[in-house]
C-alpha cells in the first residue's frame, strides 16, 4: 500500500560524488543487488560520476559523498556538492574519518612523491608529474573539515544493508536501524580465557576457527570498531583491521582509545599484560589506526601520538 | 529500576561483565558460554560492563545519567548524526 503511494510522489533526486578513495563505495551501491531495484523506483540520480555523464552540479535532494580530502580538486568538489544537495552524507570511512587515503597525513607531500615517482623500483619515469593532476593539498582531511555534513555513513565501504537502509528511512523519513554495537556483536568466536602469554603476529601460525583471536594472541581490533560490515573478516579467519573506524565509546572520550581498549580487554582474557600490549599496537600504529589517523575525533586525543610512534618504529629498523 | 538487557547473539561469552561487575548482577552459563543477568536489582548503573563488553550488547535503560565532565563535545554534536 504504502509503496504505491511512494511511487506516485516526485522522485527524490541524489548527487555522488567520488574524491579520493578507492570506489569501493560506489560499487557497494551495486553490492545491494536486487534490493537496488526497490530503492530505484523511488530515486532519480544526477550527478554520478561512474553512472551518468553530468559534469555539473544538479539540484539534489541528497548528497552522497564517498572520499577524503587530498586535493584541491577534492575540496572543489566537495563544496560544489554541499551548494546543490540539501543532505549531505559523509559516505565511506574515507569521506568520515580520512580512510585509507588519510594515512598520507604521517609523511609530507614530499616523502609521498619521491616515494610514489621519485625513488620508486618499479616506475621508470623518476619526475613528478606537474600537469594533469589535481595539487595536493597539505594535508589529507575527512570531508567535514571543509563542509557542512548532515549525516555519517562509515564502512569501508558499509555493507550494502546498511546503506539499502540508510536511504530508505531517508526516503521514508523514519529513523535508520544502525545499531552502536561493535564488529564482536555478529562474529561467531567464542572469547575463551586462556593462558596465552605472548602476542602473535598476524602471519604467525593458523588461528583456531572457533575462539577469539585476543584469546588466542592475535590483536583484532573487532572489539573497538563499529559494525558496519556484518563482521565477515573475524568470521572467516581474518583479525578485523577496523575499517568502519572506531566505537561510539572510544570516539566521544579522550581518556579511551583503541590500543587502551583492546588492551582492557586482551589483559583479561589472556596472561599478557596491558602494557605489552599497547606498546605493541603502538609499533604497528600504522597498521592499527590506518583508517582514522586523519579524524580529529583520533587524532586530537591527549595520548595519541602517531608519528613518535613511527618514528620509534623506523629508528628500530636502521 | 534499572533495566539491563543483553544481546544475546553478539554476547561472545567472555566473562568480562561478570568479572568487572561490583554488585555481582551476572552469572556466567558454561553450556551455553553466555553471560546471564542473575539479579538485575542489585545494579548500580556503573555501566563498567556496558563499556567493557567487547561487542556493544549490554543496555541499560532507567539509570541514573552522569553527564561526563570530559566528554569530547565536539565529537558529540556529530554523534547522533551517524547512520
Redesign the interface.
Known amino acids: 500500500m504504502s509503496q504505491t503511494t511512494s511511487t506516485k510522489k516526485a522522485p527524490v533526486t541524489i548527487n555522488t560524488e567520488w574524491l579520493s578513495d578507492c570506489s569501493g563505495c560506489h560499487v557497494a551501491i551495486v553490492d545491494m543487488h536486487e534490493k537496488l531495484l526497490n530503492v530505484l523506483e523511488a530515486i532519480e540520480i544526477l550527478h554520478c560520476p561512474v553512472l551518468t555523464d553530468i559534469k555539473d552540479y544538479p539540484k539534489a535532494n541528497i548528497g552522497l559523498v564517498s572520499g577524503a580530502i587530498r586535493t584541491e580538486h577534492d575540496r572543489h568538489a566537495a563544496e560544489e556538492m554541499r551548494k546543490s544537495c540539501d543532505v549531505i552524507?559523509a559516505w565511506g570511512s574515507c569521506a568520515v574519518y580520512g580512510g585509507i587515503a588519510g594515512a598520507g597525513i604521517v609523511h609530507s607531500k614530499e616523502e609521498i612523491f619521491d616515494a610514489v615517482y621519485g625513488n620508486n623500483k618499479t616506475t621508470i619515469s623518476h619526475n613528478s608529474p606537474t600537469t594533469g593532476i589535481s595539487p595536493f593539498e597539505k594535508l589529507v582531511t575527512p570531508i567535514?573539515e571543509v563542509i557542512n555534513?548532515?549525516?555519517?555513513?562509515?564502512g569501508c565501504p558499509p555493507h550494502p544493508a546498511?546503506i539499502f537502509d540508510?536511504l530508505l528511512?531517508l526516503l521514508e523519513g523514519r529513523a535508520?536501524k544502525?545499531?552502536?554495537?561493535?564488529?564482536?556483536?555478529?562474529?561467531n568466536?567464542?572469547?575463551?580465557?586462556t593462558d596465552v602469554d605472548k602476542i602473535k603476529k598476524n602471519f604467525e601460525g593458523v588461528a583456531e576457527k572457533e575462539n577469539?583471536f585476543?584469546s588466542q594472541g592475535y590483536i583484532c581490533l573487532?572489539?573497538v570498531t563499529l559494525d558496519r560490515c556484518m563482521s565477515p573478516c573475524p568470521t572467516n579467519g581474518m583479525m578485523c583491521t577496523g575499517c568502519a573506524g572506531a566505537?561510539?565509546?572510544v570516539?566521544?572520550?579522550?581518556?579511551r582509545d583503541i590500543r587502551t581498549e583492546i588492551a582492557?580487554?586482551m589483559s583479561?582474557?589472556t596472561k599478557i599484560s596491558r602494557d605489552d600490549i599497547i606498546s605493541e599496537i603502538e609499533y604497528s600504529a600504522k597498521s592499527h589506526y590506518s583508517y582514522t589517523m586523519a579524524s580529529?575525533?583520533i587524532g586530537?586525543k591527549p595520548t595519541f601520538l602517531i608519528k613518535k610512534w613511527i618514528a620509534n618504529t623506523e629508528a628500530e629498523y636502521e | 529500576m534499572i533495566h539491563i538487557s543483553i544481546h544475546e547473539q553478539a554476547c561472545r561469552g567472555c566473562q568480562l561483565c561478570a568479572d568487572i561487575c561490583p554488585t555481582k548482577v551476572f552469572t556466567y552459563d558454561t553450556s551455553l558460554m553466555k553471560a546471564i543477568i542473575s539479579h538485575e536489582e542489585d545494579c548500580i548503573g556503573c555501566l563498567s560492563c556496558s563499556y567493557l563488553c567487547p561487542s556493544g550488547a549490554l543496555h541499560h535503560t532507567d539509570h541514573h545519567v552522569v553527564k561526563n565532565f570530559y566528554h569530547d563535545l565536539e565529537f558529540l554534536s556529530r554523534m547522533e548524526k551517524f547512520l
Open positions: 552524507i567535514d555534513v548532515d549525516l555519517y555513513l562509515p546498511f540508510a528511512s535508520p544502525a545499531t552502536k554495537e561493535s564488529v564482536c556483536s555478529r562474529c568466536r567464542t572469547m575463551v580465557h577469539c585476543l573487532g572489539s566505537t561510539m565509546q570516539l566521544t572520550e579522550p581518556n582492557d580487554r583479561k582474557i580529529k575525533m586530537k
